[in-house]
């Protein structure tokens, strides 16, 4: 693509004047008239449309061209203006720019000089999705470790969503069908254009300070265009969701639809009636469970009590049960031979004990000190402190003795 750039002198060219029919006009002349009639016209203009051509020089200009089905026009921003980008430029994107005309004489082209350029249309929408999407999920408002269970039995459900949406009809006729002893309360909220993010917090507050009015909440809508589903993709909404004490199911749109809402709520509902499944117990269901389990229960019992039948069939033809004088007489054998062995054995007992009595008897009588007097020896003591004296040179001159001898004693005097 060319690069197309608008100038001025230093000295302001002067205009051409407009000449008669007649008159032969000369090709600046002509670009001139032209300029004088534009650039003053459109010095501040919004123009919305698709960018194509795009390409960022190495000066780091932009040049694209703006185009719709009829039309097209060159543009250029200028590097001030594109580091400014909260976006990255594509090909095919819907865009809305602010700038002005320029007319450049050299190349008989007019083009526009870009002041500011946003998003527009679905692009700019979902630029703002992906943008609070980022910033929720670094925040951790979609963190498993916040999301509520749902309580196993629902009898009390909370929806907010408009009254005369398919949404709510949906639910109500999935809960009917399913579980008719469930109470349906309604907060009627809008569900589309603006303002009605507000009506969606509010529903969701009304049933948090109602306590024990509902035991789980569904906030959501039919499917639409992105647009149409805004309202779930507010930043208020969300935040009341994560900051909802009950459970919060969020069943926005179809089931290829994604909201802000389904990432930060509890459960996400592929549809309004995928939401009122999940909260319902099919009645028909659980009874055909409890006729099931009743069929179980009854075939486990009259299984026992069949199998403790044979057991008893069994011992009623066994031969103990059928002969119990012959198992009376074999424990009466085993008794006799229990007490014979018993006696056998106390008896080697007894004498092993006496044996071993009779040999620490002799033992004692041995160490006896006084047994040495049958073998001619005799005990030499103090008389005064009948101390035995073994050793001679511990007696003294004039020390009182007491000799013993086997049948007697004598007293004595050391010399």
Known sequence: ?????????????????????ESVYSVHEISMLVKGILEPEFSDIWIEGEMSNYKKHSSGHHYFSLKDEKAVISCVMWRSTGDRLDFAPENGQKVKLRGSITVYEASGRYQVDVKKIVLSGIGYLQAQFEALKRKLFEEG????????????????????????????????????????????????????????????????????????????????????????????????????????GIPVISAVGHEIDFSISDFVADIRAATPSHAAEIVSLNAKEELYKISQYESRVNNLVVSYFNFQKEKIRGIENSHAFRMPEDIIKNYSMSLDNLEDNFDSYFSQRISNDKLRLEHFETIFRSLNPESVLNRGYAIVKD?????????????????????????????AVSE
């Open 141 to 244: 408002l979609f963190g498993q470790a916040h999301k509520k269970r749902l309580p196993f039995l629902v009898r009390n459900l909370g929806v907010v969503t408009a009254e005369t949406g398919a949404a709510f009809q949906d639910i109500k006729k999935v809960i009917r069908s399913r579980s008719p002893f469930m109470n349906i309360y309604l907060y009627n909220a809008r569900v589309q254009g603006k303002g009605t993010e507000a009506e969606i917090v509010d529903g969701i507050r009304y049933f948090n300070s109602k306590s024990g009015l509902v035991d789980v909440i569904i906030i959501g809508r039919g499917g639409g265009s992105l647009e149409d589903l805004w309202t779930f993709n507010e930043e208020v909404v969300a935040r009341a969701v994560y900051d909802s």
């Open 383 to 411: 008389k005064k402190t009948s101390k035995i004296l073994s050793e001679a040179k511990r007696i003294i001159k004039g020390q009182e003795l007491e000799i013993k001898f086997k049948d007697g004693s004598i007293d």
């Open 1 to 21: 693509m060319t690069d197309l750039f608008s100038y001025q002198t230093d000295e302001p060219e002067e205009k051409p004047e407009k000449k008669n029919e």
